[in-house]
Antibody
Framework: VQLQESGPGLVKPSETLSLSCIVS????????WSWIRQSPGKGLEWIGY???????NYNPSLRSRVSISVDTSKNQFSLKLSSVTAADTAFYFC????????????WGQGTMVTVSS | QSALTQPASVSGSRGQSITISCTGT?????????VSWYQHHPGKAPKLMIY???NRPSGVSNRFSGSKSGNTASLTISGLQAEDEADYYC??????????FGGGTKLTVL
């Protein structure tokens, strides 16, 4: 199974950041799928997850601005983060969580998103 | 919850052993045996090295081991090799926030 993030590398302040993660080599069904980011010079931050059925959960610090959706027909899931600021500039990773071991067993390579006018 | 605390950097010579610590609180890391560790070579996808504190996924070298005492988890790498040079992140289940990560540790192999 491989994951590949895609989306604009540059987003203007106050606009909505939109990224997609395509799952190849396996089914998106019956797994939790997360978005995780790494701001420059900082550690990783879990943004949220969606289960293949559509159930989602978000980091409380971002909950008011985040939405994660899944499209099982396309074997992909997506992230929307609204009202972005420079603080949202980061590398964004998508990852699969194996709930039986409570760990992210497969990651994408990540995509850099810069928030700037 | 705040992020887990890791040293910013550690170093060791080839063949030696190093340990990276990861400190949380009794509300997160200390309350659950759900600590995982990830190796990240910049530009590549992070790789799961340890899950549930001590378990290694298939294919991960037995030079990597994990442990936990109280609110602190540790990753030990023995017989350091050049390819071990990377960033390492710990992660824990934290209840209200399903996952919190450490700030990352840059490992330099001398």
């Amino acid at each position: 199974v491989q994951l590949q993030e895609s989306g604009p590398g540059l987003v203007k302040p106050s606009e909505t950041l939109s990224l997609s993660c395509i799952v190849s080599g396996g089914s998106i069904s019956n797994y939790y799928w997360s978005w995780i980011r790494q701001s420059p010079g900082k550690g990783l931050e879990w943004i949220g997850y969606i289960y293949s059925s559509g159930t989602s959960n978000y980091n409380p610090s971002l909950r008011s601005r985040v939405s994660i959706s899944v499209d099982t027909s396309k074997n992909q899931f997506s992230l929307k983060l609204s009202s972005v600021t420079a603080a949202d500039t980061a590398f964004y990773f998508c990852a699969r969580e194996d709930s039986t071991i409570d760990a992210f067993d497969i990651w994408g390579q990540g995509t850099m998103v810069t928030v700037s006018s | 919850q705040s992020a887990l605390t890791q040293p910013a950097s550690v170093s060791g010579s080839r063949g030696q052993s190093i340990t990276i610590s990861c400190t949380g609180t009794s509300s997160d890391l200390g309350s659950f045996n759900l600590v995982s560790w990830y190796q990240h070579h910049p530009g590549k996808a992070p790789k799961l090295m340890i899950y549930e504190v001590t378990n290694r996924p298939s294919g991960v070298s037995n030079r990597f081991s994990g442990s936990k005492s109280g609110n602190t988890a540790s990753l030990t790498i023995s017989g350091l090799q050049a390819e071990d040079e990377a960033d390492y992140y710990c992660c824990s289940y934290a209840g209200t926030i399903p996952k919190i990560f450490g700030g990352g540790t840059k490992l330099t192999v001398l």
